[in-house]
């Protein structure tokens, strides 16, 4: 977690200009993987320079692989996948943690996974469960429940496993781990998370089953030796694209385009979400899994928000907040217990953020309900507790105040997104 940095912003502004968000952060995640398991050379255009991506290279070049950085894309050539001679650092990435965990445990050696404080008290057992079954072994803090993890690679069996709560980092976990398995694996999916490591795999020609059946999807997974070396194009981050949607809708006089976002039906439930409550939202598509985004300043109202969707825009939930906050009437956020489970508890870190803003918030065990009000925010001193998504979320938030935010923390947005600030001092106007 980077803590540390503070920022000041002065409010009531628009944001003018166009917006390219950096390299969509799960797929680049999987882009890296994908090549240091691959045999060759892959290519990756449009990766997130964020800090958590950076992890994932390093991490890379410890299991031998060569990583070469030409500016616009890296390379990536790996050597089969070698044991590494010190601990593996994931830094603040629940997904590194969990994906490589099932990368590495049918590999040969010794790998120890650890991460920060914000990690290392992320839950681990939702993965280390499966992978026992599978027969990894793989030894987690307090009882198997948290990293620091080690993992002796061993042989795997096939399995199948339910994917609840719904986590596509549990589900990537398994179908890593299923590629060295001696039998296929499957993951029941009830609701569906985003599907980018099934979809990647097949692509690189890993043996992939996706088939829509009565209890949800069931994804296979059989036992690949070769998975191909690619060239990897990564879309612009959905997630960050949230943050200019909802500063282009709520920020008056915005006049503001998002270019080249990764659009996919498990990541957008925010602008589905944004258009139930009336904001004037547009696609300009530009391929089937990109599109640019246009906004106008809109009146919104409040929604509910529940059930199954909330999957689909679990990272996207503090900027909805924002929203929400200027919507006419009370917006009920409910289903979204995995919340606490991010960088930080983001119901807890949501709520103080949108009460230090002056806004009327109630806190759930699985939610919130957020009443709105077409009221300049307050002046505030917002903490982003070392969680990114909170520091842009008040940074988008501070637009709408009439005096000065002060962002405590405001460095944590390195690990996603280095040049947030920059960019919103270049379109605030
Ligand atoms: C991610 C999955 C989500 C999301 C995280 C990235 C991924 O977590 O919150 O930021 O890349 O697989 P869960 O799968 O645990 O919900």
């Not at 390093?58 to 950085?69: F, H, Y």
């Not at 009146?299 to 529940?306: E, K, N, V």
């Amino acid at each position: 977690m980077t803590l540390g940095g503070n920022v000041k912003l002065t409010g009531r502004k628009a944001l003018v200009g166009e917006i390219r968000p950096p390299g969509d952060k799960s797929i680049s995640h999987r882009s890296i993987i994908l090549s240091m398991l691959a045999s060759g050379r892959s290519e990756i255009f449009g990766i997130s320079r964020g800090q958590d991506v950076l992890a994932g290279i390093e991490i890379a070049r410890q299991l031998g692989a060569d990583v070469t950085d030409h500016g616009s894309r890296i390379s990536i050539e790996a050597h089969g996948l070698n044991e590494p001679s010190s601990v593996l650092n994931v830094g603040n990435s629940g997904t590194l943690m969990r994906l490589l965990t099932g990368v590495l445990a049918p590999r040969d050696g010794l790998f120890v996974l650890n991460g920060d404080e914000s990690v290392n008290s992320r839950p681990m057992g939702r993965v280390l469960g499966p992978l026992k079954e599978m027969g990894a072994t793989i030894t987690g803090r307090q009882s198997n429940t948290l990293a620091p993890v080690s993992i002796v690679g061993s042989r795997l069996h096939g399995g199948d496993f339910s994917n609840l709560p719904p986590s596509a980092q549990v589900k990537s976990a398994i179908l890593f781990a299923g590629l060295r398995a001696d039998s296929p694996t499957t993951v029941t999916e009830a609701v569906p998370t985003r599907p980018h490591t099934e979809e990647m795999l097949l692509e690189a020609g890993a043996g992939i089953t996706i088939v829509p059946g009565p209890n949800g999807v069931k994804v296979t997974v059989t036992p690949t030796a070769v998975i191909q070396s690619k060239t990897w194009r990564v879309q612009g981050d959905t997630s960050q694209a949230a943050f200019w949607v909802v500063g282009g809708l709520l920020a008056y006089g915005s006049e503001l385009l998002v270019k080249d976002v990764l659009v996919h039906p498990t990541r957008s439930g925010f602008i589905e979400v944004l258009n139930r409550m009336g904001a004037k939202v547009e696609l300009h598509p530009l391929g089937p899994r990109s599109s640019d985004i246009s906004m106008r300043f809109s009146q919104l109202t409040a929604t509910s928000i529940g059930g199954e969707e909330v999957a689909s825009m679990i990272d996207e939930i503090p900027v909805l907040a924002i929203a929400a906050a200027r919507a006419e009437g009370t917006t009920v956020i409910r289903n979204a217990a995995e919340l606490r489970l991010k960088e930080t508890d983001r119901i807890s870190t949501t709520c103080e953020m949108l009460r230090n803003f002056g806004v009327v918030v109630e806190e759930f065990d699985d939610g919130m309900a957020i009443t709105g009000s077409d009221r300049p925010f307050l002046p505030a001193t917002i903490q982003s507790h070392g969680d990114h998504r909170i520091a842009m979320s008040a940074a988008i938030g501070s637009l709408l105040v009439d005096g000065e935010t002060e962002i405590i923390g405001s460095d944590c947005v390195s690990t996603s997104y280095p040049s947030f600030f920059t960019k919103l001092g270049l379109l605030t106007v």
